[in-house]
Structure formats: C-alpha cells, structure tokens
C-alpha cells in the first residue's frame, strides 16, 4: 500500500503489477514511468514490466500477480478509499479469474475500506463478474477509462457490471465525448494528462461532461488540467474545485 496524491482516493493497492499499452489513452502513462523507476529500485515484481522505446519506458506486456499483497488491506485499521491497481488493470487479460475472485474476498472481509477498481477493459470486468460467483459488495466501485470518443463504447460495457457505484474516469481526456451518455453512471471524473509529453485538454471537453453529467445526475470531480506542470495548471474550473463524490442508490 502507498499513500498517494490522487485526488480522489487515499491510497493505492497492487496485487498486480505490469500491463498492456491497447488505446491512445496509455500512451504517455504514469505508471510506466513509475515501474521502470520501481523496477530500478529493485523492487522485485516489476522486473521486465517494461522495456526502453524511443528513450522512454513503455509497458512490455509482462503481468506479475503478487499473493502477498492480498492481506496488506487487513493491516489497515483507519477506513481508507483505495485505488486498487493503480499501476496495472485488474481485468487484464493474462490476470486469470480465480486471482480476481481472491481479491474480491480480500475487498469483502475489509468492509470498512471503499475500494475504487479502474479498468480499461469493461467488456472482460463484465464477463466475469457476471458468471455468479461475484457478489455485489457495496464497498466496491467499478469504473472504466474513457480517453476520448473512440473508446465511448466502454461506457455500455460497464453499464452491464453489477455494481453498486459505477464510475468512469475521462482521464487523460485527450479528445471531445459529447456523445457520451452516462445514465446509469454514478460519478465522473475528468483529468487532463500530465507529465512532459502531455496532451493538451480543451475547456469546451470538460463543460460536455459536467453537461451529462447534470443531465444523468452523476457526479462531477474535476481533478485537473494537467499540462507539464500540473500543480502550476491547478484544479480550478470556472473559479472553483469540484470535488462531489457519488453516494451509494436508494
């Protein structure tokens, strides 16, 4: 576990490490930088998660499950919202199901921890979790990636995950979604990307999604507009933060 600087969760939990570049959203992701500094470092589950391309560390495909970060939740005592596998995607096709069934069981017997579960492969989260055995744990929020309008799709698929929060992150909101519908959605957050080849973010992108969102009743988090130096960007639109957070359905 680490604590983190993601607006919108606490901490983070990885019991798997390593993932596959698939749209133009994982271009320029943070975490491949971080595993390759991680990896450097010595810390032994990222080894070979990336290799080197065009002087930069890229995603080599390599998925490491680690068993031994399955308690690390059960250590905490202080309630935490957790962002679980911030540095590879739980429902990565090489993550095989009855790996994900034991991190169910972990996120069920810790009840007292909201954990936030991002995918940019709703089509497989479905899949699986609507096989039977997966119970609909209130402590649990789903959610997918959705970069621009050529991934919208990924919305539909989530909307066919049993869950009792469904949440979709427009981050690195690199292009227009005025066409996405977010009913049946229970928050959104939009970030531009950040870091020294980032994409710029156009303001007109963010009022689309606040627009859906009050059409659909979603929240809106507005984590930031990135650019190289996002802290000198900030987090501010139109004069203000928003930072609503959704709440569990009647």
């Not at 065009?54 to 935490?80: E, F, H, N, Q």
């Not at 991002?118 to 039977?132: C, F, Q, S, W, Y």
């Not at 799709?153 to 909101?173: K, M, W």
């Not at 990307?193 to 992108?205: L, T, V």
Request: charged share 25%; with cysteine.
């Amino acid at each position: 576990m680490a604590e983190t600087s993601i607006e919108w969760t606490d901490a983070t939990w990885n019991p798997v490490a390593g993932c596959t570049i698939i749209t133009a959203g994982c271009t320029n992701c943070y975490a491949m930088r971080m595993a390759a500094r991680l990896e450097a470092m010595g810390t032994e589950k990222y080894v070979g998660t990336t290799r080197k391309s065009g002087g930069r560390a890229k995603w080599s495909g390599k998925i490491t499950l680690d068993p031994k970060a399955m308690s690390i939740p059960l250590t905490w005592s202080r309630p935490r919202r957790v962002f679980v596998n911030s540095m590879s995607d739980l429902f990565h096709e090489d993550v095989p199901a009855d790996f994900i069934r034991d991190v169910w069981a972990t996120m069920a017997q810790t009840s007292r921890h909201t954990y936030q579960v991002l995918t940019k492969r709703p089509k497989r989260m479905a899949e699986v979790l609507t096989r039977g055995d997966f119970p609909v744990l209130p402590n649990v929020w789903l959610g997918t990636s959705v970069e621009d309008d050529r991934v919208v799709s990924r919305l539909d698929d989530l909307r066919r995950v049993p869950s009792a929060i469904r949440f979709v992150s427009f981050e690195p909101l690199i292009g227009s979604v005025a066409g996405a519908e977010l009913h049946n959605i229970h928050w959104a957050i939009v970030g531009g990307e950040s870091g020294p080849n980032a994409r710029p973010m156009e303001a007109i992108w963010v009022d689309e999604i606040e627009a859906a969102c009050r059409r659909s009743g979603a929240a809106f988090f507005f984590k930031q507009w990135g650019g190289r130096n996002k802290k000198a960007t900030g987090r501010e639109l139109r004069g203000r933060t928003y930072d609503e957070m959704p709440s569990l359905p009647a």
